[in-house]
């Protein structure tokens, strides 16, 4: 949606915002409050997401991206915030502490990792790959399946 001459009108009044700013320590927080107070300011005509990211030094993308959060969700949208950094987890905590115990209990012992990848998917209803898995076991449990060869059975 573009609000290059849209006009977006704030409901929250500049004491609120002032006082949000001043509760908000966290920037990304605290830039969509003076977002918001710099529209308040200029409410006789719209302002462009290219300008108030410049005066915030923020790309207008992300101008765009929190005006329609105030507008999807108000207030309580801006005030919201999660950080979404870097690739989604693909092994949650659960997972990584069934890896382990699996691994280390000495009367279940799994000897390949595609039974470890269908016993995963059985029980947690994820399907991780072969090598994710494999780097997990190597590099943070300092575990490796060692699995007979057939030459040797």
Same mark, same amino acid.
């Given at each position: 949606?573009? =609000?290059?001459?849209k ?28 977002m ?7 409410l006789?005509k ?13 790309h ?6 929190w ?45 390949e990792?595609e039974?470890?990848?269908?016993i ?13 898995l494999?780097? =997990?076991c ?10 007979m060869?057939?030459?040797?059975t």
């Amino acid at each position: 949606m573009s =609000f290059q001459n849209k006009l977006i009108i704030v409901t929250e009044s500049e004491s609120e915002l002032q006082d949000y700013l001043e509760q908000y320590h966290n920037k990304p927080v605290a830039l969509r409050i003076k977002m918001l107070l710099l529209m308040k300011k200029n409410l006789p005509k719209a302002i462009s997401g290219k300008t108030l990211g410049n005066i915030l030094n923020v790309h207008e993308r992300t101008i765009n991206i929190w005006r329609n959060t105030y507008l999807r969700d108000g207030i309580n949208g801006v005030l919201r915030y999660t950080k979404h950094c870097g690739r989604p987890i693909v092994l949650t905590h659960d997972i990584a502490k069934f890896i382990e115990d699996t691994l280390k209990n000495p009367e279940n012992r799994i000897y390949e990792y595609e039974k470890l990848r269908r016993i995963i998917n059985e029980k947690f209803g994820r399907n991780i790959k072969y090598s994710t898995l494999h780097a =997990f076991c190597t590099t943070k449990l300092n575990f490796k399946i060692k699995t007979m060869r057939k030459s040797h059975t």
